[in-house]
């Protein structure tokens, strides 16, 4: 005789599942961190390049419709070398912080994973 079994009177454990799809998560968030970052830090000079063109032209369209007001004061200079570099390093610390979040998630789920 063969012995039929329902499907509903069995219970599954979902906590193998949702653990593996916490980690998979994670993994997959850390890669899309890294490799953000690498491409930050790859293409540094065009990325500075164009926040100070953007920079420039957002300027001067908050100049044309705002005038000389107090809401239209610059963080830093656009344009200038100087606005460039200050560019640059800020560009530079995003790609490092991307980079350094992205191997703690890979880290991490790695770990739990094998751990």
Request: aromatic share 8%.
């Amino acid at each position: 005789m063969a012995t039929v079994v329902s499907l509903k009177s069995q219970t599954l454990d979902r906590r193998v599942c949702e653990r593996m799809s916490e980690l998979l998560t994670n993994f997959l968030l850390g890669t899309l961190f890294l490799t953000a970052g690498a491409l930050i830090l790859q293409n540094l000079d065009a990325l500075a390049r164009f926040d100070q063109h953007s920079g420039s032209r957002l300027s001067d369209w908050f100049k044309k419709k705002l005038g000389n007001s107090g809401l239209n004061r610059e963080l830093w200079s656009v344009g200038t070398p100087s606005g460039f570099r200050s560019s640059k390093v800020g560009l530079r610390v995003a790609g490092v912080i991307y980079l350094l979040f992205g191997a703690v998630l890979v880290c991490l789920s790695l770990r739990s994973h094998f751990h």
